[in-house]
């Protein structure tokens, strides 16, 4: 048996490799894979913002790699394309669902988090009041994560209207920024945006139209006071321990939800009453219990400006 190092290949889809520009999804990747770089593999880093390439770069890199990561649900298309071909290379997907006898799926769960970001919505703006949601690419993860917050804004008020949609790219300051004046045009007091290079642009967008924010990913409650909360969902646990899963030899799907705090929680900002706070430490527990079912579907309107 060979004594070289496994070779693994991980894709981001957005172009760059600071992880102060990148965004916070691919961010958390990185950290993630920083910490796997203690193990012993060859890591290599791929970084392709264009989708329609995605499938040929994750074919090149199954021609030399053990194991192939594509980071976010946006890899699963390009994945499940390649991975026939390649039988004795493993494929993972962070984020991901797609089947197959050499691929796995390792996500954290957003939809859990971002449940808990809804209720809190819900029960800080008005009794029949309006929440937003945004995010870029309509990827199933983040497919999922809106369902989550739509669920939790309707546990905790009824009569709440959302308005959600996505914009079509996760890393546009600018258009982010569009969106989200448009909602608060339409009545929309707080904000949830699932972003990553666009954060920027929804902070802004935010505050200029006088809006709290909720984040996700990371906790970004410490980052700027307009943030409520954050729906906290690491993604970098999810790299990691797909490449553990890989060397142990036990390479299956793996979930992560809010029972590892340490990668799934709601963060909550310092003037969230210590009542409300409380609220949602029970909502948690009852998710956790089973007794409140968070969906990944959600059946609403899709708005745009």
Do not use: Y
């Amino acid at each position: 048996m060979s004594s070289l190092p496994r070779v693994v290949a991980v894709l981001f889809g957005r172009p760059g490799t600071d992880p102060l520009e990148i965004g916070a999804f691919n961010a958390a990747g990185v950290q993630g894979l920083s910490r796997a770089a203690a193990l012993p593999v060859r890591l290599e880093t791929m970084w392709e913002p264009n989708p329609a390439r995605r499938t040929v770069t994750i074919e090149a890199a199954a021609a030399r790699a053990d194991l192939v990561v594509a980071h976010g649900g946006q890899g699963e298309a390009a994945v499940a394309a390649v991975a026939p071909a390649f039988p004795d290379v493993a494929f993972a997907v962070t984020q991901g669902r797609i089947t197959g006898p050499n691929i796995a799926g390792f996500e954290v769960l957003q939809e859990q988090s971002a449940f808990l970001a809804g209720a809190l919505a819900g029960w800080w703006i008005a009794p029949g009041g309006i929440a937003a949601h945004l995010s870029g690419e309509p990827v199933p993860p983040g497919l999922r994560g809106r369902a989550g917050f739509a669920a939790g804004l309707a546990h905790a008020n009824p009569d709440a209207r959302l308005l959600s949609g996505f914009c079509g790219n996760q890393h546009d300051p600018d258009l982010a920024a569009r969106w989200i004046a448009g909602q608060a045009a339409a009545g929309a007091t707080l904000n949830f945006a699932m972003l990553d290079g666009g954060r920027a642009g929804a902070i802004a967008a935010c505050k200029a139209a006088g809006m709290r924010a909720i984040g996700n990913v990371r906790d970004w409650t410490v980052e700027d006071t307009v943030f409520l909360a954050s729906a906290i969902a690491d993604n970098g646990v999810a790299m990691q321990a797909a490449i553990e899963a890989f060397l142990a030899g036990d390479f299956t799907d793996r979930r992560i939800g809010l029972e590892a705090p340490e990668a799934v929680r709601l963060a909550l900002a310092a003037d969230v009453p210590a009542g409300l706070a409380a609220r949602l430490d029970a909502l948690r527990a009852a998710v956790l219990e089973g007794a409140v079912r968070v969906p990944e579907a959600w059946q609403g309107a899709e708005w745009a400006p």
